[in-house]
């Protein structure tokens, strides 16, 4: 009775441990791969919330004249006939005629 209740035993505990570490995916490898799968969608979401961002853009520089027209501005400093250009320059940014000549030395 002893050794049929210790043979029982054993299977029971291959058993669990096959079912724990065995076979080709066990129990650590399914939740690794979980955790993976989860990673992953949050990395889908986010780069369809920034594909619909950059449509939405593409969208409105094709179509709203006004985007257009600031961004022109903007990036390319264009302006309207009879309108004048001023250019701000930071005041705390070194001048690059005024370079350290020590630094050439």
Do not use: C
Request: no cysteine; net charge positive.
């Amino acid at each position: 009775m002893k050794i049929r209740w210790l043979i029982v035993s054993l299977f029971a505990l291959g058993a669990v441990y096959f079912a724990l570490f065995g076979g080709e995916y066990g129990y650590f490898d399914v939740r690794r791969i979980e955790k993976q799968r989860a990673e992953e969608q949050a990395t889908l979401a986010e780069l369809r919330a920034h594909n619909r961002q950059l449509k939405a853009r593409a969208d409105s520089l094709e179509k709203d004249p006004a985007t257009l027209e600031r961004v022109a501005r903007e990036k390319y400093g264009l302006i309207k006939p009879g309108e004048r250009l001023y250019r701000f320059i930071d005041s705390t940014a070194p001048h690059p005629d005024s370079a350290d000549t020590t630094a050439r030395r």
